[in-house]
C-alpha cells in the first residue's frame, strides 16, 4: 500500500506570495491532518479535514487555510507570506474514526520564504 | 489542554549502550500515546503507540515503552542502541474528547538521540 504523498518536496517563495501545498492520503484514509515544523515552535498542529469539512484547527491565522477534494486528497494554502512561515510543512492521514486511531506522515514540503 | 514534555532535548549514548527518552503527559481526559522517529530530512515514522490494552508496548526494532497513568510518562527504552537510531525522537499524544482533539497530535520538543561508535 502506498504511503503518504506531499508534492512539492520543496518551494522557494518570496515575502507577500501565496503557496498551495499537496497531500494525497493512504488509500482507504479519510482523516488528514496538517502540521508546521520549525527549529524553534517545534510540531504545531493546523487542522484536520474529515470527509470535506475542516473538523478541527488550531491556533494560526487565517492566512493559513485548507481543504479536501471528495478523494480524501487535501490540499494546504497560504497567503501574503511572511519570513516566519519557513518551515517544514507535514500533512498525516488516518481513518479518521471517532476514537483516536494512527497518523501516518507524509515526507513533508519544505518551504523557504526569501 | 494536553500536553505533552520529552524531558531531555539531547541524549548521547555510546553504541550497544540502553538508552532511555523520558517523555511525560498531562491531561485531564483518556489519552493516546505515541512515539515518532524523524530522520534528517524526511517526515515521522511510527515507532510505536499505546491505544488501549497492555501497558507495555513494543516496536518491531527493539523499541519499547511503558504506559504508567500514575506517574503520567510514556518512556521509550532500548537495550541495545545502534549508529542507526541516530535520529530525533518525538512523544506525541492525542486526546479523545472529540471536538478539539479531532485529528490533532500534541507533540513534545524533540529529544536527538545521537550513538557514538
Known amino acids: 500500500k502506498a504511503g503518504v504523498t506531499q508534492t512539492p518536496r520543496y518551494l522557494i517563495k518570496t515575502r507577500g506570495q501565496q503557496v498551495t501545498l499537496s497531500c494525497s492520503p493512504i488509500?482507504?484514509?479519510?482523516?488528514v491532518s496538517w502540521y508546521q515544523q520549525t527549529p524553534g515552535q517545534g510540531l504545531q498542529f493546523l487542522f484536520e479535514?474529515?470527509?470535506?469539512?475542516?473538523?478541527n484547527k488550531g491556533n494560526f491565522p487565517g492566512r493559513f487555510s485548507g481543504r479536501q477534494f471528495s478523494n480524501s486528497r487535501s490540499e494546504m494554502n497560504v497567503s501574503t507570506l511572511e519570513l516566519g512561515d519557513s518551515a517544514l510543512y507535514l500533512c498525516?492521514?488516518?481513518?479518521?474514526?471517532?476514537?483516536?486511531?494512527?497518523?501516518?506522515f507524509g515526507p513533508g514540503t519544505r518551504l523557504t520564504v526569501l | 489542554a494536553q500536553s505533552v514534555t520529552q524531558l531531555d532535548s539531547q541524549v548521547p549514548v555510546f553504541e550497544e549502550a540502553p538508552v532511555e527518552l523520558r517523555c511525560n503527559y498531562s491531561?485531564?481526559?483518556?489519552?493516546?500515546l505515541f512515539w515518532y522517529v524523524q530522520y534528517p530530512n524526511q517526515g515521522l515514522q511510527l515507532l510505536l503507540k499505546?491505544?488501549?490494552?497492555?501497558?507495555l508496548v513494543e516496536s518491531i526494532n527493539g523499541f519499547e515503552a511503558e504506559f504508567n497513568k500514575s506517574q503520567t510518562s510514556f518512556h521509550l527504552r532500548k537495550p541495545s542502541v545502534h549508529i542507526s537510531d541516530t535520529a530525533e525522537y518525538f512523544c506525541a499524544g492525542m486526546g479523545n474528547a472529540g471536538g478539539t482533539s479531532y485529528g490533532k497530535l500534541t507533540f513534545g520538543q524533540g529529544t536527538i538521540l545521537t550513538v557514538h561508535p
Open positions: 491531561s485531564s481526559v483518556s489519552v493516546y
Open positions: 499505546y491505544l488501549s490494552g497492555s501497558t
Open positions: 498525516a492521514s488516518s481513518f479518521g474514526t471517532p476514537l483516536p486511531d494512527t497518523q501516518y
Open positions: 479535514y474529515f470527509s470535506e469539512t475542516q473538523r
Open positions: 488509500s482507504g484514509h479519510r482523516s
